[in-house]
């Protein structure tokens, strides 16, 4: 079975850190791109960035370039989101998505998502 | 405000055929293809339309998606309770080298 699973969520202060971690199974991880994907609470989707299959080309959404950074180890099959100067506009949860189709436009679309994880930005 | 605008809200009947649009630029919709994401209320989103207009397996066939020019449309024929949902449209932005997503329409089934 396909599966993504977020874990790293919690609560933090304001200006503080926190790491995300996908742990991916079912599909040749290495073969993908990888997203994260937050929606804040009672709000749409926001995309956050994307990471190519082998980790040497990635892309970030304005709201948290200088601050998140993503990563990937292939070797465990695991997707990162590096959060630093966490804001509290950063109180979300937090998907990681598969790409479908060539990095970065995902022609095929996001087509496996996880369950999420919150991250809670608050004093 | 999203880059890609969609109504906040739509509504039909059982058995009824809605259809959400999803507008856009020259730099998103006009130059890439675009996919929908239902998310039933609690859970995650899910894909529903890749592509402009195919279908992931197991998706029904009353859902279908169509594109023309900057804007797409997403229908849901024969509507049933359960298509109660928030539905979202997306694409690859070429100017802003970024994914971009419509704000949602929450879809109500009187």
């Known amino acids: 079975e396909v599966q993504l699973l977020e874990s790293g969520g919690g609560l933090v202060q304001p200006g503080g850190s926190l790491r995300l971690s996908c742990a991916a199974s079912?599909?040749?991880?290495?073969?993908?791109?990888m997203n994260w994907v937050r929606q804040a609470p009672g709000k749409g989707l926001e995309w956050v960035s994307t990471?190519?299959?082998?980790?040497?080309?990635?892309y970030y959404a304005d709201s948290v370039k200088g601050r998140f950074t993503i990563s990937r180890d292939n070797s465990k099959n695991t997707l990162y989101l590096q959060m630093n100067s966490l804001r509290a506009d950063d109180t979300a949860v937090y998907y990681c998505?598969?790409?479908?189709?060539?990095?970065?436009?995902?022609?095929?679309?996001?087509?496996?998502w996880g369950q999420g994880t919150t991250v809670t930005a608050s004093s | 405000q999203s880059v890609l605008i969609q109504p906040p809200s739509a509504s039909g009947t059982p058995g009824q055929r809605v259809t959400i649009s999803c507008s856009g630029s020259?730099?998103?919709?006009?130059?890439?293809?675009v996919n929908w994401y239902q998310q039933l209320p609690g859970t995650a989103p899910k894909l529903l339309i890749y592509?402009?207009?195919q279908r992931p397996s197991g998706v029904p066939v009353r859902f279908s998606g169509s594109k023309s020019g900057t804007s797409a449309s997403l229908a849901i024929s024969g509507l049933q309770s359960e298509d109660e949902a928030d539905y979202y449209c997306?694409?690859?932005?070429?100017?802003?080298?970024?994914?971009?997503f419509g704000g949602g329409t929450k879809l109500t089934v009187l």
């Open positions: 998505a598969k790409g479908g189709g060539t990095f970065p436009k995902y022609y095929y679309g996001m087509d496996v």
């Open positions: 079912g599909f040749t991880f290495s073969s993908y791109g």
């Open positions: 990471i190519s299959s082998s980790g040497d080309s990635t």
């Open positions: 020259s730099s998103n919709i006009g130059s890439n293809t």
């Open positions: 592509a402009d207009n």
């Open positions: 997306a694409s690859w932005d070429d100017r802003l080298n970024v994914v971009v």
